[in-house]
């Protein structure tokens, strides 16, 4: 059965992304939605300015049509329709997708690399984040974090400020990852088989269907973005990404397993937190040349391609430890 429902998730997925990006990338060559590049940024990517932009748009699209054609096609043989864990995970899916897109598309019309504030993005996260836990307390989902397997305590409404952390830290987490060609979306690629696994392990096959439909999607997206990248995820896919891996955190209980799982995105996210923090202490000087911590590789002298592999495996690593832990702990 568990086989059943992760080939045809991943299979089905793939298939219908390698469909549509290639449909995509010349309509968006003609619309001239291309990426505006940042000038402070590393000067190798200028070459890079004009390529299409929010090809994210088919993470949530295409997942979800995978999911209703499954469930089309196979009812409630396979997989048991949980009408409330679908809402929990699309709502929060399709909002920061939302919010990735109408960033996008500010960036494109101003053709600046300036779209929605950093106020205004933070806003709509908080929105989304407390419609999610709104929705969540209301259909009665547990509130309880688990440290250990027989240690747990009851965050009761607490458990709502660490959905907003949660929501709010991933997602703008892999949106600072996402600098390189291939770089979020193939370090993403590990951390959704791992709550895919863990989801398995939980028995909660809503949950490795939708994992193995999205991790089909980034396969077949990773087709056309790893380097020389024909499209770029933009803020359209990095935001729905972390929504991705914040709600299977939250859906498989192992909210706080995040960290570990993600770990490249949070040594990512603390370079940034870093960086900013350093620059305000010491009156303008910096910790690293450039942040996130990719673009500090860069400046240092190392390919492209070389930091994306390094990125890989030590995304890699996390998922390994992760799984390892699932299974003997």
Not at 202 to 222: K, T
Request: hydrophobic fraction near 55%; proline fraction near 2%; charge should be positive.
């Amino acid at each position: 059965m568990v086989t059943k429902i992760i080939f045809f998730g991943m299979f089905i997925a793939l298939v219908l992304s390698s469909i549509i990006i290639p449909i995509i990338i010349p309509i968006m060559h003609r619309l001239k939605y291309g990426q505006a590049i940042r000038v402070e940024g590393p000067q190798s990517h200028y070459a890079k300015a004009g390529t299409p932009t929010m090809g994210g748009i088919v993470f949530s699209i295409v997942t979800f049509i995978v999911v209703c054609i499954f469930f089309l096609i196979f009812k409630e043989t396979l997989v048991e329709f949980n009408l409330n864990n679908w809402i929990l995970i699309f709502v929060p899916v399709f909002g920061y997708a939302l919010i990735g897109f109408i960033d996008d598309y500010l960036i494109i019309v101003r053709k600046t690399n300036n779209g929605l504030s950093i106020k205004q993005k933070l806003i709509l996260q908080i929105l989304i984040a407390g419609i999610f836990f709104y929705i969540y307390s209301r259909l009665g989902y547990s509130t309880r974090i688990y440290l250990t397997g027989n240690f747990s305590f009851d965050l009761k409404w607490f458990y709502g400020i660490l959905c907003f952390l949660i929501l709010v830290g991933s997602t703008n987490a892999v949106n600072f990852t996402d600098g390189l060609d291939g770089l979020a979306g193939g370090v993403c690629s590990f951390a959704v088989a791992t709550f895919t696994f863990i989801a398995y392990q939980n028995e909660q096959y809503d949950l490795v269907l939708f994992g193995s439909a999205l991790l089909g999607v980034l396969l077949g997206f990773l087709i056309y973005n790893v380097h020389p990248a024909k499209i770029f995820m933009g803020d359209t896919g990095s935001l729905t990404l972390g929504a991705c891996l914040s709600i299977m955190a939250i859906l498989t209980k192992r909210e706080l397993f995040l960290i570990l799982v993600g770990g490249v995105f949070v040594i990512e996210a603390l370079s940034v937190i870093l960086q900013i923090i350093y620059f305000k202490r010491t009156n303008g000087k910096r910790l690293f040349k450039m942040a996130p911590l990719h673009h500090h590789l860069e400046l240092l002298g190392y390919r492209e391609s070389t930091i994306v592999l390094m990125f890989y495996l030590a995304g890699l690593f996390f998922s390994a430890i992760s799984i390892l832990i699932v299974l003997f702990a």
